[in-house]
């Protein structure tokens, strides 16, 4: 008698662990299928139950089956559709910020176009208006801001870039020294202010 | 002494702002030129001198020269400013280039410039 019920309990686990199994096998995006699992486990033992108690197998599949039907219906459908809208939800922030930042990098680089077209103009100018060379290397401005600095014509950065500040502090030095005012750095101004140092 | 320069020779100096599109073609009105002297003059010492002339048109060209390329074309430039280009425009190839601009743009200062001192001011 002992031996009929473990028999009994032993294929009742096998035939549960087998509608488990199959349940997992359906599982179609690695997701875990917990509804599905544990609607088909508890719709077993109802099954089970229902069927008479001990023994019914038929009962127990049913139920399980049922179970987890409605295991999944209730509980890993809506995971899965929550699981998709996150995933597109993140592709499409991650489309956003690369669309982001390769805007910004052709904002970034256009306007550094911008600032080297107008340069490039100011030497041209500097050119037509003057004759010197044009196109100062930033070394050279930079060279140019030092010795301003050091005579006490102008406080700004040395940074190579030709401002407003460094332009009127060219002038006031031109202009102290009986100079042809035109806020220009030349190599002729820059040997000038090297003879004053 | 500085250099007097009424509208007419004005509107030159003029002319590298109003490539940047901030004011109406056309006319340049009083109000507007003083803006755009005031604009130019960089140090407001009430004059405007050679750098602050090249800067102001550097700055118009570039700001102008909106695909980067270093030329205006007529679209760039708009149809209001026509004049601009046939002035400037001195190969006739539908563009003006940098050097073109600076040309013009340095024959204008030297013609408002009538006493040759090297700075414009307005009265």
């Known amino acids: 008698m002992q031996s009929n019920t473990r028999i009994n309990v032993a294929g009742h686990a096998a035939v549960l662990l087998c509608v488990l199994l199959a349940a997992g096998c359906a599982t179609t995006d690695g997701q875990s299928d917990i509804g599905k699992l544990g609607g088909a486990a508890t719709g077993a033992a109802l099954g089970s139950l229902v069927g008479g108690g001990r023994g019914n197998t038929l009962a127990m599949i049913g139920g399980a089956l049922l179970g987890g039907y409605a295991g999944n219906e209730l509980y890993d459908k809506p995971r899965e559709q929550q699981y998709h809208t996150q995933q597109e939800t993140d592709r499409q922030k991650a489309y956003d910020d690369k669309l982001a930042y390769e805007r910004q990098s052709q904002m970034q680089h256009a306007a550094v176009q911008r600032e080297l077209h107008e340069q490039r103009m100011l030497d041209e100018w500097q050119h037509e208006r003057t004759g010197e060379t044009a196109s100062l290397s930033s070394g050279e401005v930079t060279r140019a801001q030092r010795l301003l600095r050091g005579l006490g014509y102008y406080n700004g950065a040395a940074d190579g870039v030709v401002g407003s500040g460094t332009t009127n502090a060219v002038k006031a030095y031109q202009r102290a020294n009986g100079l042809s005012v035109n806020g220009l750095i030349t190599p002729a101004l820059i040997s000038d202010m090297q003879a004053q140092m | ?123």
């Open chain 2, 1 to 123: 002494m500085k250099q007097r320069i009424r509208l007419p020779g004005l509107t030159l100096l003029a002319a590298a702002s109003l490539l940047a599109g901030t004011v109406m073609a056309g006319s340049v009105g009083e109000d507007y030129s003083r803006q755009s002297f005031s604009g130019t003059d960089t140090n407001g010492d009430g004059v405007v001198d050679e750098a602050e002339f090249g800067a102001d048109v550097a700055t118009a060209f570039t700001a102008v020269d909106s695909n980067n390329d270093g030329r205006l074309s007529a679209d760039e430039i708009g149809s209001g400013l026509g004049h601009e280009m046939a002035d400037e425009d001195s190969n006739n190839d539908g563009f003006i280039d940098r050097s073109e601009a600076i040309t013009a743009k340095s024959r204008a200062f030297d013609q408002a410039d009538k006493n040759g001192d090297g700075v414009l001011s307005l009265e």
